[in-house]
């Protein structure tokens, strides 16, 4: 638990009548929005910086972001010819073999750094729930969900431990209705890749908690089959256009007659994925599939709601203190975020303690009772709560761009 003063944060980049957040006050939870700070609170002006919640990554492989991007032909046609390329190197490729050597839970944390240096308090592995994950991770990671890698890899090695891939209708059958069950599908862009939709539906297993993770092989048709059921996606186009030249079409989906459309942005690891979701947001704005506006709710209450998180994505009174401030570079908060890298990211707040900081942030670290320590997120100084700095510190995977003073 953390104890400490109540924070007020002030002149936020929101207008008066709209829904954005003018000022907010917290502890471990927000305690109220565009209302006048109390006695004893903290305040902190933030000069019309956006206050925004915690970001929400929708798919990751979190123990894989250390080995670097890596490919060995120019475009494949189905990611099983990847996986093909990839298998022997295994065993063959010595830094493969010394990144495979690191400790599981130090695999996690860099995994789990690069989305809180980006905004993300919320991130969904797709992999078994690890027990290291239950420990000494900044931010927080999806902990109620099925999962099934994909149709290639039920009976092969998926997991970090060599666990395997899973059978696609029997792990659908054991999730709950009430979580989501995520599956990659359809990544490729050929026939194989495009008929696995129908496979999955043959099995019973495309439903309203079914999450598919890529669908670049379906059509629209294909895609208003997932939206009548109410499924949804997960769109990662920065290792789609790496592997196979393109991104989902997900214009369908987004046009569905849905209140929040069923897509949700994910970076995948950086074997195929991108540095971080910012970046992930920019090669998605290079698309030109959705506007800015709809790319905020894919990182936010879309993917909340895809992922049954019922306090993720949004900002309200009583809900946990999962924040993050960003700089005012003109138009609307959408904008901001497109424009914004993660060195420009001020405050990263969850659960009410502040992790990674500009330094004239420090008052919020001091209120909440959190001990600060200088670290620097490529070239620019930043405060960090000083157990993630000691952990930064003592992690023998160093992320590029970070170094502890």
Known sequence: MIWGRAVSLVNGAGSPGSDDIRSLRFTSRILSINAAPHRGDTVIDVQGAWILPGLV???????????????????YANVSEWIDDMRPRLTEDETIRAAQRQPLTERLFVGALKNLLSGVTTVAHHNPYYGELRRTMPIRVLRRYGWAHSFGLENQPAGARGEPGGPVGLRWRRTSAEVPFVL??????????????????????????TVLVHGVALDAPALHRVAAVGAGLVWCPGSNIFLFGRPAAIRPLLDAPAAVPPVALGTDSRLTGSLDL???????????????????????????????LRHAGRLAAGAPADIVIIPNNGGDAARALLSTSRRDVSLVIVGGRPLVGLPRFAPVFLARSVTPRPIRVDDSPRLADSGLARRIEGCPIPEPGVSVE
Do not use: W
């Not at 990554?57 to 475009?75: I, S, V, W």
């Not at 990659?184 to 908690?209: F, I, Q, T």
């Open 184 to 209: 990659h599908l359809a990544e490729g862009v050929d026939d194989a890749a495009a008929k696995e939709l129908d496979h999955l539906d043959e099995l019973g297993c495309l439903g309203p908690n």
């Open 278 to 308: 910012l970046e992930e947001l920019k090669i998605a704005r290079e698309t030109k599939c959705a506007s800015e506006r709809e790319l905020l709710g894919m990182v936010t209450v879309n993917a909340a709601k895809l992922l049954r």
């Open 57 to 75: 990554n929708a798919h990751d492989h979190l123990e894989l972001n250390h080995y670097g991007r890596r490919k060995f032909r120019q475009r």
